[in-house]
C-alpha cells in the first residue's frame, strides 16, 4: 500500500508532466501567474493555428469557476471525469477515491495498523482497469485534487502552434558587392514580414486551445520591432520596413532607415552587427473573460554592415 507522502509525490509528478511545459519565450508580462499546459497529444488538450483575416468561430466556451479554471483529468490518453458518484479522479494510479462514511472502527484490518485520526480509510474504485472492484485502503492524506486549467494557461499553448521565428534582417547597402555604406548615407532596412515571423496588430495571427469545458482564442501581433544598429544607436521604424528596389536610387527608406554618424573601424571585423528585435503581444478571449500579456522578445540573427568615411581627394 502506498504512503501518503509516497502518493503526492507521485501526484505532483503526473501533474507536472501533463499539464506544465514552459517555452523560454513565453515568459514576462502578465503571464507568470498562467503556465502552460500540456500539448494536444494527452488527448485533453487540442490546438490549433491559423491566419485568417477574422478570428476563427466557436473560438468562446463556458469560463467555469475558479476565475475561469476548470479541472482536466485524462487516464492513459483518455479523457475522463475528474469527480463522479465514486469521489475524485487521482491521475497518479487513474482511481477514485472517496473517504468512508462513517470511518471503520478502530481495529478493522483497513486501518492498516494505525488508529482513528490517523489518516482515513478511503474507498478506492477503478473503473478503467478491468472493472476492477471498490476497496477499502487507509491513506495519510486526501488525494490531490485534479489540476485545474484556466484560460490563460490555454492561451499561452494555443501561442506556441504559430512556431513564431526570428525574422532575417536585410539591409542597403547589403551583404554583395554593395556591403559597404557611407557615414550620413541612408540605410535601408527591413525584416521579412510575413507568417510566423511578423503580424501586425490590423492583421494578426490567431491561434486556439481547447480542454473539456473550456476553449480559447488567442489573437497575436508585433507591437514592437526594436532594432539596434550596433553603432548604440536604434532605428526608428513603423513596421518591418520596405524592402529597397534599384528604382530607390540613393533616397532614404521611407518608413525604416538610418544614418550612421562614425565609421564602424574598431568594431569586431570592422562591421556593425544589427539586429531587430520583436516585441510580441497576445490578447485572449474565453467565453466573457478576456486577458493580456507580453511574450519574451524574439531577435533576428545579427547582420553586418561595413562603414566608412567617404575620401575626399585634393
Not at 32 to 47: E, H, T, Y
Given at each position: 500500500?502506498?504512503?501518503g507522502?509516497?502518493?503526492?509525490?507521485?501526484?505532483?509528478?503526473?501533474?507536472?508532466?501533463?499539464?506544465?511545459?514552459?517555452?523560454?519565450?513565453?515568459?514576462?508580462?502578465?503571464?507568470?501567474?498562467?503556465?502552460?499546459?500540456?500539448p494536444?497529444?494527452?488527448?485533453?488538450?487540442?490546438?490549433?493555428?491559423?491566419?485568417?483575416?477574422?478570428?476563427?468561430?466557436?473560438?468562446?466556451?463556458?469560463?467555469?469557476?475558479?476565475?475561469?479554471?476548470?479541472?482536466?483529468?485524462?487516464?492513459?490518453?483518455?479523457?475522463?471525469?475528474?469527480?463522479?458518484?465514486?469521489?475524485?479522479?487521482?491521475?497518479?494510479?487513474?482511481?477514485?477515491?472517496?473517504?468512508?462514511?462513517?470511518?471503520?472502527?478502530?481495529?478493522?484490518?483497513?486501518?492498516?495498523?494505525?488508529?482513528?485520526?490517523?489518516?482515513?480509510?478511503?474507498?478506492?474504485?477503478?473503473?478503467?482497469?478491468?472493472?476492477?472492484?471498490?476497496?477499502?485502503?487507509?491513506?495519510?492524506?486526501?488525494p490531490?485534487?485534479?489540476?485545474?486549467?484556466?484560460?490563460?494557461?490555454?492561451?499561452?499553448?494555443a501561442?506556441?502552434?504559430?512556431?513564431?521565428?526570428?525574422?532575417?534582417?536585410?539591409?542597403?547597402?547589403?551583404?554583395?558587392?554593395?556591403?559597404?555604406?557611407?557615414?550620413?548615407?541612408?540605410?535601408?532596412?527591413?525584416?521579412?514580414?510575413?507568417?510566423?515571423?511578423?503580424?501586425?496588430?490590423d492583421k494578426?495571427?490567431?491561434?486556439?486551445?481547447?480542454?473539456?469545458?473550456?476553449?480559447?482564442?488567442?489573437?497575436?501581433?508585433?507591437?514592437?520591432?526594436?532594432?539596434?544598429?550596433?553603432?548604440?544607436?536604434?532605428?526608428?521604424?513603423?513596421?518591418?520596413?520596405?524592402?529597397?528596389?534599384d528604382?530607390d536610387?540613393?533616397?532614404?527608406?521611407?518608413?525604416?532607415?538610418?544614418?550612421?554618424?562614425?565609421?564602424?573601424?574598431?568594431?569586431?571585423?570592422?562591421?556593425?552587427?544589427?539586429?531587430?528585435?520583436?516585441?510580441?503581444?497576445?490578447?485572449?478571449?474565453?467565453?466573457?473573460?478576456?486577458?493580456?500579456?507580453?511574450?519574451?522578445?524574439?531577435?533576428?540573427?545579427?547582420?553586418?554592415?561595413?562603414?566608412?568615411?567617404?575620401?575626399?581627394?585634393?
Amino acid at each position: 500500500m502506498r504512503s501518503g507522502s509516497g502518493r503526492c509525490l507521485a501526484v505532483v509528478a503526473l501533474v507536472l508532466l501533463a499539464v506544465v511545459s514552459s517555452p523560454l519565450w513565453l515568459r514576462g508580462g502578465r503571464a507568470a501567474a498562467d503556465p502552460p499546459v500540456g500539448p494536444c497529444a494527452n488527448s485533453s488538450v487540442c490546438v490549433g493555428a491559423s491566419t485568417p483575416a477574422s478570428p476563427p468561430s466557436g473560438g468562446g466556451g463556458s469560463g467555469g469557476g475558479g476565475g475561469g479554471g476548470v479541472q482536466v483529468c485524462n487516464w492513459q490518453g483518455v479523457s475522463v471525469p475528474c469527480s463522479g458518484p465514486y469521489g475524485t479522479f487521482d491521475p497518479a494510479d487513474g482511481c477514485y477515491y472517496m473517504e468512508a462514511q462513517p470511518q471503520p472502527p478502530a481495529g478493522d484490518p483497513s486501518w492498516q495498523g494505525h488508529q482513528p485520526g490517523d489518516g482515513a480509510v478511503y474507498t478506492r474504485t477503478c473503473p478503467y482497469q478491468g472493472g476492477a472492484g471498490a476497496a477499502n485502503v487507509w491513506l495519510a492524506q486526501a488525494p490531490a485534487a485534479p489540476p485545474t486549467v484556466t484560460p490563460g494557461q490555454l492561451a499561452h499553448q494555443a501561442v506556441t502552434t504559430l512556431g513564431l521565428m526570428p525574422a532575417t534582417v536585410h539591409t542597403r547597402p547589403d551583404g554583395g558587392g554593395n556591403k559597404t555604406g557611407l557615414v550620413g548615407s541612408p540605410i535601408w532596412l527591413w525584416i521579412d514580414g510575413s507568417g510566423n515571423v511578423y503580424a501586425k496588430k490590423d492583421k494578426p495571427l490567431y491561434a486556439t486551445a481547447s480542454v473539456p469545458g473550456l476553449s480559447v482564442t488567442a489573437t497575436v501581433w508585433v507591437s514592437k520591432l526594436v532594432w539596434d544598429m550596433g553603432d548604440g544607436g536604434t532605428a526608428n521604424c513603423s513596421g518591418p520596413g520596405t524592402p529597397y528596389t534599384d528604382a530607390d536610387g540613393a533616397s532614404a527608406s521611407p518608413d525604416c532607415g538610418y544614418r550612421y554618424t562614425k565609421p564602424s573601424a574598431g568594431q569586431p571585423g570592422q562591421q556593425y552587427a544589427i539586429t531587430a528585435t520583436a516585441h510580441w503581444t497576445v490578447t485572449w478571449v474565453s467565453g466573457n473573460l478576456t486577458g493580456a500579456f507580453d511574450m519574451d522578445p524574439i531577435a533576428t540573427p545579427a547582420a553586418t554592415l561595413r562603414i566608412s568615411e567617404l575620401q575626399v581627394l585634393n
